[in-house]
């Protein structure tokens, strides 16, 4: 009879071991009792009542990526592509994510290819190669407003790879190595005139420099030779000066010696001689010489006469 009451309270045991649920960090659980949503255990100790209680759903509550295969997607110029994209999102609320909508990463999916659809097909395909990100935020605003009753939050949307059609493909490489090659023809022109520009500004400074050194070179022969004159014209007026102050000297000597009237007559006659050396014909003789010269020359005529 004691071996009824330890079976049962074994079985109690294990049924209260078996309804106490931990759930770890980042983790929520869905709490349905008796069908009907009940409530959602965030992180902790918890403990279901057996029969009515159970777990519905864990939520992981971690970010999350999507990667989903290439969509075909045509542009507005009718050329198909291929773009697959990469959704990250995270669960804000497990209640609507467990019971608004039955498989949210195949909607997600769904709803991320339509989108794509719509929006490439407003766009050339030029336009579409280079708005990437102008098309992941058009995607990722439609797509979080479109999962938020599904307690879904999309966090980015990443466009993986865009697939143009081979022929197309081709023809892009082909005008890119042309673009290439009329952009390296480009800068050559532009190099070869900026070397052809700095030559001759190099020609014309050599040509500024070298008219400035004949000028320098010039004003500094001016201004020797303007040096040299007035050396010349101070050493000439010097020389004047002393012999105007030799001359005053002597004249002031002489009148100092109260000179007689023979030195004086003949201070004359000196004069006359340097006189009579010139071209001049004609000959004016002061008066006060004239009896002198008479005298001379009849001393020379009597000179002349005894000779003869």
């Excluded at 022929?167 to 042309?178: N, R, S, V």
Aim: aromatic content about 4%; proline content about 4%.
């Amino acid at each position: 009879m004691w071996l009824i009451p330890v079976i049962l309270v074994i079985f109690a045991v294990v049924v209260v071991i078996l309804n106490i649920k931990v759930v770890p960090q980042s983790k929520a659980y869905v709490i349905e009792r008796l069908g009907a949503y009940h409530c959602t255990w965030d992180t902790g100790l918890h403990f279901l009542i057996p029969v009515f209680d159970k777990v519905s759903k864990q939520v992981s509550l971690k970010e999350q990526v999507a990667d989903f295969p290439p969509q075909p997607v045509i542009t507005k110029d009718n050329v198909t592509m291929q773009i697959d994209t990469v959704v990250f999102f995270q669960i804000t609320d497990p209640k609507l994510f467990a019971y608004g909508v039955e498989n949210p990463i195949a909607a997600i999916e769904n709803l991320t290819a339509t989108t794509l659809r719509n929006i490439i097909g407003d766009l050339e395909l030029d336009h579409t190669l280079t708005s990437r990100d102008t098309i992941n935020a058009k995607i990722r605003s439609i797509l979080d407003e479109a999962t938020d009753p599904w307690g879904i939050k999309i966090n980015r949307v990443e466009l993986k790879n865009i697939k143009p059609p081979a022929e197309i493909q081709d023809a892009m490489e082909k005008q890119m190595k042309a673009e290439r090659q009329r952009r390296e023809a480009i800068l050559r022109a532009e190099g070869e005139k900026s070397s052809n520009i700095l030559v001759a500004q190099g020609k014309k400074e050599s040509q500024i420099l070298a008219a400035e050194a004949e000028k320098q070179a010039a004003i500094l022969h001016a201004e020797a030779e303007k040096e040299a004159r007035i050396r010349r014209a101070e050493g000439e007026a010097e020389a004047i000066l002393k012999i105007n102050q030799a001359q005053a000297e002597s004249i002031r000597m002489i009148n100092e010696a109260a000179p007689s009237n023979e030195y004086l007559t003949l201070k004359k006659l000196e004069s006359f001689e340097k006189v009579s050396d010139g071209q001049a014909t004609k000959v004016i003789i002061p008066s006060d010489l004239q009896g002198v010269v008479g005298l001379v020359n009849t001393i020379a005529e009597s000179a002349k006469t005894e000779n003869k």
